[in-house]
């Protein structure tokens, strides 16, 4: 290049590299989102995304009203204009808020903002069990007492929902452990409520195929809490083996040689193709667990032997399981398929079935009586050493025996039979229940009605601040106030809303009375008219009614009903768990009946029902619990059972 010459000209192309276009999925993903600082509704400041899946998201927010962190679900957009899949999804929050249980996990709110439809719920500090599985070294296993323990804690938390919903969805990703190993059941989004069969429509299978029971693959529309029982098998040979049942499944113990044998039959009873066959409630899924952990535990505390190798029987020890490897590879084999099937075919219009018409089978007089007879033998056992207030029921329930032999007819003989049942089981309870009132069964006379109300326990004063304290602490329940000073400790449990007091109830096995039991414990037999619980009439020194302060709960007054509990007619008026308009649920927006005076209230005469909402909450408000007696006949044997098991 010679000096003086023109240099070359070099283009120069400053722009940057174009990034490719996102995809329109990533563009969906992206908008679906919310980020840390970003609000919704004016109330969530979000936190984290702490999980994403296939329908939606779920972050981590500052709930600015509640003043807590909690944990908010969203749809992502494409569902959110699915009628059918927004239903589905506000059903779990619609379900999950009238329950309150610590095992649970509790809903706050739901809405939609901002293109949004979300659920605000408990924010749980924990892992899933399929987490905790699946962060185990491989060929390491969860402890199987921990993994029992932690089973019996969900068949408390299903006890309780079965009384109002079946959840169909239970496997290790619904099933959270907290920091404090307390298990927290959540996602009822696929829940059937017991009382509405139009949630899901005909032969529409849900769930998630391999925990499903048979019942469930074929028809989901139908199933009753049995199918529960059968996810719950399924969950505990999974943990316990760190596999799934699959083709002809070996029993856990042979899978698991440190599984006690008798885990076989209980999860094999759980998995039965036939529902009969199965476990019939949670409660007696329970009573089966607690005893295993019982024998768990002993062994664990004894010297350690060498092990021997187990004898199998003739043809392999999984003979037993034979029927329930045939039924899971069948499930494993069709589920996918069917499940997709079945979706396709609820989208066709179907006919709405008919509600069924036949009366359920009335019960055999003879067998009532035998088991009120198991019942008497038993309570009569246990009299000597019993306290006073046991001998005092024993002496009612002789006497409903006497009217269930003098009935002049079957029904009669029938009514007071149960009723008879109840009191002799009372017997046997009430040792355990020192605080509590056994109300026997009789009517009760409300306005113009009469309304018949089967026996109960109910607590003899209201709860107090010291003991619902000592609940949230124990539990981790949110603490609607601080620890009370030593002054306030007896006074009764105030500012908690419906929704704190049955979560309370349900911790302690127990749950709030009906307007019909808190008004049986307050006047008695129907024909008790009395308006207040000493006379007939008012009088300013017999209850706290107008000093403007509550007094301890077990401060001596007049106010002490016929059945012997205190402080109906004043001090603070009592949640019941009856709702104020007949055919409303208990949930937010719905106000529930109150009853009983206040210490400003003046005279309330006891039939009187206020209302209060459901989520509200008064200083002139606390609660006091029942706990229900068996209202069937199985119901009652099978409390029998337990005690003369018991008893050796």
């Given at each position: 290049m010679q000096c003086g010459a023109a240099l070359p000209r070099i283009r120069i192309d400053a722009r940057a590299e174009r990034p490719p276009e996102p995809k329109p999925e990533e563009q969906k993903a992206a908008a679906s989102q919310l980020f840390p600082g970003q609000t919704l509704a004016g109330r969530y400041t979000v936190l984290a995304l702490v999980g994403r899946g296939g329908m939606g998201c779920i972050y981590k927010v500052r709930d600015n009203t509640l003043g807590e962190e909690v944990a908010l679900k969203t749809l992502l957009p494409q569902f959110v204009r699915d009628k059918m899949v927004v239903e589905r999804f506000f059903n779990e929050a619609r379900i999950a808020r009238r329950m309150a249980h610590p095992n649970i996990v509790r809903v706050h709110d739901i809405g939609s903002a901002q293109g949004m439809v979300y659920i605000s719920m408990e924010f749980v500090q924990g892992r899933s069990l399929r987490n905790l599985m699946e962060e185990l070294p491989p060929g390491r296993r969860l402890p199987a007492v921990r993994v029992v323990e932690c089973i019996a804690e969900l068949c408390e938390a299903l006890e309780y929902a079965h009384e109002f919903t079946v959840h169909r969805d239970i496997k290790p990703e619904n099933i959270m452990v907290d920091q404090q190993g307390h298990v927290k059941l959540m996602d009822f989004g696929i829940s059937k409520l017991m009382a509405n069969t139009r949630m899901t429509g005909a032969s529409v299978v849900m769930g998630t195929p391999f925990y499903m029971s048979p019942e469930q693959l074929r028809n989901s529309r139908d199933v009753d809490a049995r199918a529960d029982i059968f996810s719950i098998g399924v969950v505990l040979y999974e943990t316990l083996t760190g596999t799934v049942p699959t083709g002809v499944p070996k029993a856990p113990s042979e899978v698991n040689p440190e599984l006690p044998k008798s885990l076989d039959a209980i999860i094999g009873k759980c998995v039965e193709p036939d529902p009969a066959r199965r476990y019939q409630d949670a409660a007696e899924l329970k009573s089966a667990l607690q005893s295993v952990i019982s024998f768990m535990k002993h062994e664990a505390q004894q010297p350690t032997q060498?092990?021997?190798?187990?004898?199998?029987?003739?043809?392999?020890?999984?003979?037993?399981?034979?029927?329930?490897?045939?039924?899971?590879?069948?499930?494993?084999?069709?589920?996918?398929?069917?499940?997709w099937a079945e979706q396709r075919r609820a989208e066709q219009p179907v006919a709405a079935l008919p509600a069924p018409s036949a009366a359920p089978a009335a019960v055999d007089f003879q067998a009532v009586e035998s088991v009120v007879l198991h019942a008497r033998d038993a309570a009569s056992r246990e009299l000597p050493s019993a306290p006073q207030q046991a001998k005092d029921i024993y002496a009612v329930a002789e006497g409903l025996l006497a009217r269930m032999n003098d009935a002049p007819d079957a029904d009669s003989r029938q009514t007071q039979g149960m009723a008879a049942l109840r009191a002799y089981l009372a017997v046997l309870?009430?040792?355990?229940?020192?605080?509590?009132?056994?109300?026997?069964?009789?009517?009760?006379?409300?306005?113009?009605?009469?309304?018949?109300?089967?026996?109960?326990?109910?607590?003899?004063?209201?709860?107090?601040?010291?003991q619902f304290a000592s609940f949230c602490r124990r539990v981790g329940w949110r603490t609607p106030c601080d620890e009370p000073q030593a002054e306030y400790a007896a006074l009764p449990a105030t500012m908690v809303t419906w929704y704190d007091a049955q979560a309370f109830a349900a911790d302690a096995g127990k749950r709030l009375p009906s307007a019909a039991e808190w008004l049986r414990a307050a006047k008695g037999e129907q024909g008790d008219s009395r308006t207040f619980p000493w006379d007939g009439t008012y009088d300013a020194d017999a209850c706290n009614c107008e000093t403007g302060a509550a007094v301890e709960v077990e401060s001596d007054n007049r106010d002490v009903s016929p059945t012997g509990v205190r402080q109906l007619a004043g001090n603070v008026r009592e949640w019941t768990r009856t709702p104020a308009r007949p055919g409303d649920e208990p949930g937010f927006g719905v106000d529930m009946q109150v009853r009983g005076g206040d210490f400003?209230?003046?005279?309330?005469?006891?039939?009187?029902?206020?209302?209060?909402?459901?989520?509200?909450?008064?200083?002139?408000?606390?609660?006091?619990?029942?706990?229900?007696?068996?209202?069937?006949?199985?119901?009652?044997?099978?409390?029998?059972?337990q005690f003369d098991a018991s008893q050796g």
């Open positions: 060498r092990p021997t190798k187990r004898a199998r029987a003739a043809g392999g020890g999984s003979l037993p399981w034979l029927g329930i490897g045939l039924t899971l590879v069948c499930l494993a084999a069709t589920a996918g398929g069917l499940y309870l009430q040792p355990g229940l020192p605080d509590m009132v056994f109300v026997p069964d009789g009517t009760v006379r409300a306005g113009s009605g009469v309304e018949r109300v089967p026996g109960f326990f109910i607590d003899r004063y209201e709860v107090t601040q010291q400003s209230s003046g005279p309330v005469p006891l039939d009187t029902a206020a209302s209060h909402p459901y989520s509200g909450y008064a200083e002139t408000l606390g609660f006091r619990c029942v706990k229900a007696l068996p209202g069937t006949l199985a119901e009652a044997e099978r409390l029998l059972g």
